[in-house]
């Protein structure tokens, strides 16, 4: 199994905490965001993990290579104008490299601080496409915003499948979990994956952005749609993401 972190953004919210450091680098309770997911990963057992990265691209590379000995750095020329869709081709070689070498695909936001058991979770999901959500959302959301219904996203659940997710939510009763930023592809699954990737039209637009710009949700909700075949991984609590500075007060 192998593992591709997505670390182009900048984190305009943490300024001036990233007037220096790439937005995974910011430290929360001591260690960077990155040093947390790199961990929970290598203890799982994932020794093979690639970063695409972007805003202080130098920054962070040297940062991988003499901390954690991490080579294998692609990067998103287009980071400041585009989004994780598009940070998450940049690494199509490595995408491409689980296809010819059968081995399953994790995917991970940067800014998300997790640990072992979530990954393990995660490891051992055998849907095509396997999402970590989180059971118990409200409680961290309730920590992070005065009305968690202002921020927190739909995911829906019909016979065991995920059906939508990362939409605006109008009530708690559309929210049976929340997307974390943490899924998985299975190796039998990525061609499939390229190939309607590759079939987008890039001059439409989703969820009102444009092609360069698309959000991850709304790749994994046309991935979704198309192929219903997304299941959920059910964590409860563990984690959290580092968005704005009040989050990094927050203890999990």
Known sequence: MKALILAAG???RLMP???HNPKCMVEYQGRKILDYEITALREAGISKIAVVGGYLFEVLSTYLQSNFAIKDIYYNPSFNTSNMVKTLFCAREWIESCIKEKEDLIVSYADIVYFKESVCKLQSANAPLSVVIDKQWRRLWEQRFSNPLEDAE????VNGKIVELGKKAFSYEEIEGQYIGLFK??????????????TLDRKATYEGKDFDNMYMTSFLQ??????????????YGNWCEIDF???LEIKI
Not at 154 to 157: A, F, N, R, Y
Not at 222 to 235: G, R
């Open 222 to 235: 046309a991935l979704i749609d198309n192929f219903h075949n997304a299941e959920p991984v059910e964590i």
């Open 185 to 198: 592809f299975s190796y039998g699954f990525l061609p499939e994956v390229l190939s309607f990737y590759d």
């Open 10 to 12: 900048f984190g305009s």
């Open 17 to 19: 905490l990233t007037q």
């Open 245 to 247: 500075k009040s989050d």
């Open 154 to 157: 739909t995911l829906k659940i």
